[in-house]
Each structure stands twice: as C-alpha cells, then as structure tokens.
C-alpha cells in the first residue's frame, strides 16, 4: 500500500522546493525500496485565487483529510492576493487536523557560515492550537480615549498536557534526552504556572529524560549565548513562534529549515512544509534553497512509516543534504553557486552512490 500524500506547492518558490522535495523522495523510494509513495498535486494558490478569487475550493479540508500526509512548499503573494487569506488557509488546516505540535528541528551543517560561531541541533516544539493565539477578546469603546482592547490566551489542561507529554516523548528518543519548557510563570501566575505543575507531573513519568525550566527572556538570551545547550524545547503558542524563527536565524539561512505539523494522535493528516515563505523576491531566478524542503520531506517518510521501515532512507536523505553542503554544492543564500534544480540532482546523485 502506497502512502498517499497530497502535495500543495502553492507560490513563488514553494513551487520550485517542492519539485526538489519529490525528486529526492521518488530517488530514494526507487534506491531503498522501503517504501512507496502516490502524490496528487493541487494547484491551489494565487493563480487559482486570480481565476476563481479564492485560494482553494471550499471544501479543500475534506479533500485532504483523505490523504496520509500534506506536502506544502510556500503559500503567499501579498502583491497579488491578501496576505490574511493565505494564512487563514493554513491555519483552517492546524485547527481541523488537529495539528497542535509544530515540531520545528533547527542544526547548524558543516560548510555553512552562522551568525554565532557554535555547534546547534535542538528540537522547537510548538503548541499550535491554543494559547495566546485563541482569538479570544475583543476591542471596546474603538477608537475612544477609553478604548480597552483585550486578547485573551487559552490553555486547557488537555492542551498543554498533550503537547508536553509529546516533547517528553520526542525527548526520550533522542541522544541527550533533554526537554526544556519555556514559560514566563513568574509573571503570568494562572496558564503558566499550571503549565509547571502539569511539567512536573509528566516529568515523573519520563525519569530518563533530564527536564528543566526557563523563563522566556532568559531562553531568548540563552539561545543566543548558548544555542547548544539545548535539545529539545516546548513552548506556548506565541513563545513557540518567536524562538523557532529565533532557532532558524542562529543556523545560517530561512532556506535550510523543515518543520512537521503534527496531528500525533494520527486521527488527521500531518502537514509538511519548510519554515520559509514564498520569496517573491527570488521567484523564477533559480536561487531558492532547497534543504528545508528536501528535510521536511525526510521527515514526512520518517513519520509516514510507523514502523521506522523508511528511516534508512530518511537518513540517507539528511546525510546526502549535509554532504552537499559541506563541499559548498549549494545555493548562493549558504555560499555556492548552484540553482536549485543543480543541487536537487546532487542530492539525488549522493542517494544513489550510497
Ligand atoms: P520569505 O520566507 O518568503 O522570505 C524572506 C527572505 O528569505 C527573502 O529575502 C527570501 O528571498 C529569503 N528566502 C526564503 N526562503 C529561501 C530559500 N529557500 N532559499 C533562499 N532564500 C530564501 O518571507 P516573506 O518575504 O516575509 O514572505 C513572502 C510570502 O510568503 C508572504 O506572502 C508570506 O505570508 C508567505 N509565507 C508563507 C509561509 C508558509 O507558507 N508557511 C511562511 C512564511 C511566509
Ligand atoms: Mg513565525
């Protein structure tokens, strides 16, 4: 049985690493024969917003909900279409999948200059689908002198608990088996401290794995001081968003970063996609990074195959990726001079010489 994966290219360059991301998929499906995967492709995006004005038919969810998985490069063109209908589009797609742990994986690569001279590799897990990002409030007395404008966070027990238990899990897995949970529970006494008191619970259940604390004006700082301290970190909504483009820009270029958004109970499709946008400003000029793509795409396969039978080609994705980068067979933004499509193919021609 094929994994079924619907494939969402959407704009600009989002186009261009997702032909990238399925070359590399279909080279190591035929080199490892592990695995095997159907794509259906959408073209939903700016050009069907400019025929039909809207970005996607309707009842796009419950077209996709029949896949296994969502590939999807980069949506946006605030030139051509609304920037908040893109982003309505995408988190329809977090809410009704359920996809409430954005696991964002950011690693400095041999051979690629970073702004801070040191070893990263940690894990940024986000919970996507309460918090302060719940639309909860209201604007009164508008545009008064008097106006008071509230925006109410929204953390359930069910919620965080969920999205902690899964960072223990992910935790548990890796070599350092370390977790740190960021919060601000000196400060905001009710949601955060309940979100300790709910760490602390799970921690007991996980004794393997070493857990710690931070405040988040400390974690900003730390991760600029010392990045490689950190393996895996958990965060509310809004304190997940800012350290993950925190932990993308301290290892070297937006192009390099994957991210899954994950539905872990697997009831839903879990959504793919590199961290980065659609760059208009490179669109159609061959310039666009591919690594985040192609790594997002690894880790769709790991996730797809439950039972880890394509995780050798997973790694032999990430290995071949690191080995173009090492020796500079890379795009202009991490210091080479190949297009995109040119480091696609090597990439693929390390897969297949392995
Ligand atoms: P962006 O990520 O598209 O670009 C920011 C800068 O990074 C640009 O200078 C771009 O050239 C560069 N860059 C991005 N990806 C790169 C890659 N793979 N290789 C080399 N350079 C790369 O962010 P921006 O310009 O703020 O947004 C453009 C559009 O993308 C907007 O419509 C925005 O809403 C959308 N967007 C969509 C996302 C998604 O689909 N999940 C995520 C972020 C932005
Ligand atoms: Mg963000």
Not at 12 to 27: H, M, P, R, W, Y
Not at 100 to 121: E, I, Q, S
Not at 244 to 257: F, K, V, Y
Not at 281 to 292: E, F, L, S, Y
Request: aromatic residues 8%.
């Amino acid at each position: 049985e094929p994994y079924r994966v619907a494939l969402y290219p959407g704009d600009g360059i989002g186009v261009d690493v997702t032909e990238s991301a399925v070359k590399v998929l279909e080279t190591a499906e035929s080199t490892f024969g592990t695995f095997s995967l159907e794509f259906t492709n959408f073209n939903w995006g700016c050009n069907y917003y400019e025929r039909h004005g809207i970005l996607t038919p309707p009842d796009y969810a419950q077209t996709l909900s029949k896949f296994d998985s969502i590939f999807l490069g980069a949506t946006g063109w605030p030139a051509k279409v609304p920037d908040h209908l893109t982003a309505d589009v995408l988190l329809g797609l977090r809410r009704q999948f359920d996809q409430y742990a954005n696991v964002r994986p950011a690693r400095t690569f041999p051979g690629v200059k970073t702004p801070l001279d040191c070893d990263v590799d940690m894990v940024i897990i986000r919970e996507n689908s309460e918090g302060e990002y719940a639309n909860v409030g209201g604007r009164f007395a508008q545009g008064t002198p008097n106006e008071v404008a509230m925006q109410t966070a929204v953390h359930t027990r069910r919620g965080v608990e969920r999205v902690i238990r899964y960072s223990f899990e992910v935790a548990e897995k890796r070599q350092r088996q370390k977790l740190t949970m960021i919060t601000k529970s000196n400060a905001q006494r009710y949601a955060m401290v309940m979100w300790d008191d709910i760490f602390e619970e799970l921690s007991m259940e996980f004794p393997h794995v070493q857990a710690g604390r931070q405040h988040i004006d400390a974690a900003a700082m730390n991760f600029v001081l010392k990045p490689e301290s950190f393996d895996v970190v958990v965060a509310s909504n809004l304190f997940g968003d800012i350290l993950s483009d925190l932990s993308g820009a301290i290892t070297g270029s937006l192009g390099l970063n994957p991210s899954a958004n994950l539905n872990p109970e697997r009831r839903f499709p879990s959504l793919f996609e590199p961290v980065h946008g659609s760059a208009p400003d490179i669109a159609g000029t061959g310039k666009a990074n591919p690594t985040g793509a192609i790594l997002s795409a690894a880790l769709m396969i790991d996730w797809l195959s439950v039972d880890g039978s394509a995780s050798i080609a997973g790694d032999a994705i990430r290995a071949a990726v690191a080995e173009c980068l090492a020796r500079g067979e890379s795009t202009p933004d991490v210091g080479g001079n190949l297009t995109t499509a040119q480091m696609t193919q090597s990439v693929m021609t390390r897969i297949t010489h392995k």
